[in-house]
């Protein structure tokens, strides 16, 4: 992960003039963050749980992958690697209603940048629920949003079940989402 630099701060307008070159491009408070294209690993890992989403997830709702832009405010914008919107919040537009769920699949690159920053980020935005998916390990750890801050509402290792009931009723077991 890099921060692209310039002279002053970034907007969501600004980022029709990144290159469409493979790298993601993500705005956080005016500053571009630049990420590297994910490895195999980490795009089984989503594919596996958009599946699982997909499954559960109730007709108001849509599960969408990345790159889907989510942009809270014209300083911020936010590709999660799986998101949960409300139906009525999806157009052709980026989405800019706070997110039901942001999912973010770890990356050596992006690693602190998810586990730090991203999750305070969504959690001032809004962003209902935020789990975070460790393909080394393989977990997954999730959280809800309660009165502005992130609680912990479970973590699962390798074979290991967890259940969640939001943003809808879901049962996770890390390792099915790496069955390579």
């Known amino acids: 992960m890099s921060v692209m630099p310039r002279d002053h701060e970034w907007t ?16 956080v408070d005016g500053v571009l963050l630049v990420s590297p294209a994910p490895t195999n690993r980490h795009q089984i890992a989503v594919g596996e749980l958009h599946l699982l989403l997909r499954a559960a997830c109730p007709p108001t709702a849509r599960v ?19 998101l949960v919107a409300r139906r009525a919040d999806v157009g052709d537009d980026p989405i800019s209603a706070p997110l039901l769920l942001a999912v973010e699949v770890l990356s050596p690159s992006t690693r602190s940048v998810d586990l730090l920053l991203k999750h305070g980020v969504y959690a001032e935005s809004g962003v209902a629920s935020y789990w975070v ?29 967890l259940r969640l009931d939001e943003p809808f009723p879901v049962r996770v077991v890390p390792q099915d989402l790496l069955d390579l």
């Open 12 to 27: 969501v307008a600004d980022l029709a003039q990144t290159p469409d070159d493979g790298l993601r491009y993500e705005l």
């Open 133 to 161: 998916v460790d393909p080394a390990v393989p977990s997954v750890r999730a959280w809800r949003l309660v009165d502005g801050e992130y609680v912990d509402v479970g973590a699962a290792e390798g074979e290991q079940v």
């Open 64 to 82: 969408m992958l990345a790159p889907t832009d989510y942009q809270p405010t014209d300083r911020r914008s936010l590709q999660p690697d799986l």
